[in-house]
């Protein structure tokens, strides 16, 4: 098959499908879906923060951003479903896309490099716009730049449409990590023989879950792959590796840090909210309050948001605007009133702005929103939970819980030790210093997901690049002269590792074309 553009595909259009009612309506099937999430929430609580290299917040970095055609072009790739089993049905294809950028490329002839951006829980649209990491290098180094994307995401959907693959736990079953390695395994194999790049070395790279992805893979598929950049991967939360209350300790240690006076009154609010809401007419009190889009029902509701918003604010805690401390300036101001409400509502305009009506607004049950929960539901077991020691109301993470919960809604129950069992995660470093290398662990201390990412180095070759006050993968996201300069530090330190791993192939690669063949008697 040539390696030329293809008519794209319909676009699907999305919709959930429950497992045990494909009958039902879309509209009943959403409010199905909202009133499962609601439940979680307010029963185990806390769902698993999205694992995205970019704020879930900031439309402006999701919405769908025309693709440069000059410069990037669109493929689509005929992959199997099933890579790890021989029935009839496991033969069944569907259209897997890929973005490529021939700009820099120095050409298969020269054996120039190929970077390959893993996508992970979202579509791929905005990937060569947002992950800046590969065209602010790939000049430097004559590099070919490949976007993948992650199966049953944008327009990479079996079974012909979203409707059908997400129908039930057989058509969704094949929606999980390791058929997504095999897939990029299949594509780059695809690209390479296409492209005459036999001699081309592939480095990989992913944010987030995609990090974890780009690092997985080189330890899976080592010979498609000379290294990999996992950037914000949080490797280790899972199978109790990592403690249940990390998460949330770094999120209240960041306010903590911004301000003592920010968290304490953060940390009064909750009871304060209780309170108000005990009172007659409570709820109207605090709906007006808070300028909610509709007169709240629960006050977790109000709580659940709060909530959201410090967490997001600290996993993104990104220069110039750094928004916990904006959080904080609004908190601790006395713009709003002086009483505790006033107080957090402050913050909240501060981060939000005053515009527009606040919580409970319209609801977006996204494509990644349905994909996210259900990864998270089977293999992505990350037990977040909250303990004693923070600024929020403790919620301790319970299994049982949180398993009938996803049995509820998908008619299966979680694998909590697969991702250990699979990949490996324990004794990590005993483990990997005996076979692994060429990887790059990097992590900002401020991103509550670093508590679970590797963050000492396990041996020469598989480095772990932190910042102090980096957040959830600022290095992968464009440069710009506003950058701190521990932020261009750290970038310019993952280009140098980078580089050496490819002189070292070249040099590698040279030593075999010139040891004499062997021949038999």
């Known amino acids: 098959m040539s390696l030329k553009e293809r008519n794209q595909p319909q676009s699907h259009s999305f919709s959930f499908v429950a497992m045990k009612h494909p009958s039902l309506s879309f509209k009943w099937l959403l409010l199905i879906f909202l009133t499962c999430s609601t439940h979680l929430t307010a029963t185990h609580s806390l769902t698993i923060p999205r694992l995205s290299p970019i704020p879930e917040w900031e439309p402006t970095l999701h919405d769908p951003v025309a693709i440069d055609a000059e410069e990037v072009k669109e493929f689509y790739f005929k992959q199997i479903l099933d890579h790890f089993n021989y029935r009839p049905e496991s033969y069944t294809t569907f259209q897997q896309r890929y973005l490529i950028n021939f700009k820099y490329w120095g050409g298969a002839n020269s054996s120039a490099p190929i970077f390959a951006y893993f996508g992970a829980e979202a579509p791929i649209d905005n990937s060569p716009n947002t992950i800046g990491f590969l065209t602010d290098n790939a000049a430097s180094f004559n590099a070919l730049l490949v976007y993948i994307e992650h199966r049953y995401y944008g327009k990479s959907v079996p079974f012909g449409s979203r409707e059908e693959a997400l129908k039930n736990a057989s058509t969704i079953g094949y929606f999980n990590s390791a058929q997504a390695l095999a897939d990029y395994a299949a594509i780059l194999k695809h690209i390479k023989k296409t492209l005459h790049a036999k001699n081309s070395p592939v480095v990989v790279i992913g944010g987030s879950y995609g990090g974890m992805l780009a690092s997985w893979f080189r330890l899976r598929y080592p010979h498609l792959a000379i290294g990999a950049l996992a950037s914000s991967a949080p490797i280790l939360y899972f199978d109790n590796i990592t403690p249940q209350n990390g998460y949330y300790s770094v999120v209240a240690r960041d306010y903590r840090e911004a301000s003592e006076t920010c968290y304490k009154t953060i940390l009064k609010s909750w009871s304060e909210i209780r309170r108000v809401a005990s009172q007659p007419n409570g709820l109207v009190t605090l709906s007006q309050r808070f300028n909610t889009c509709h007169t709240l029902n629960q006050p977790y509701e109000l709580m659940d948001y709060l909530r959201s918003m410090y967490v997001y604010a600290a996993q993104y805690n990104q220069p110039p605007k750094y928004p916990v401390s904006v959080i904080c300036g609004g908190i601790d101001g006395t713009s709003l009133g002086s009483d505790t409400l006033s107080k957090i509502y402050a913050g909240v305009v501060a981060y939000r702005g005053n515009s527009t009506c606040k919580v409970n607004g319209p609801t977006n049950v996204s494509e990644t929103t349905v994909g996210w929960r259900w990864q998270t539901c089977s293999e992505m077991v990350i037990p977040i939970g909250i303990g004693n020691d923070t600024m929020f109301e403790p919620v301790p993470f319970s299994l049982k819980s949180y398993a009938k919960g996803c049995k509820e809604q998908f008619g299966v129950s979680p ?10 995660g324990h004794n990590i470093k005993l483990v990997l210093r005996r076979f692994g290398s060429n990887i790059i662990f990097s992590n900002g201390l401020r991103d509550p997901y670093s508590i679970a990412g590797v963050l000492d180095n396990i041996s020469d070759n598989l480095v772990a690049v ?23 530090e750290q970038r310019k330190k993952e280009i140098k590792i980078i580089k050496r791993w490819i002189t070292q192939y070249y040099a590698d690669l040279d030593a075999l074309k010139d040891k004499p063949k062997f021949h038999s008697n």
Do not use: K
Not at 470 to 476: A, E, K, P, R, Y
């Open 415 to 424: 694998r909590p030790h697969w991702i250990t069992t699979y990949y490996g």
């Open 466 to 488: 932190h910042t102090v006050n980096g957040s959830h993968c600022l290095d992968l996201l464009r440069a710009n002269q506003s950058d701190p300069g521990w932020l261009v």
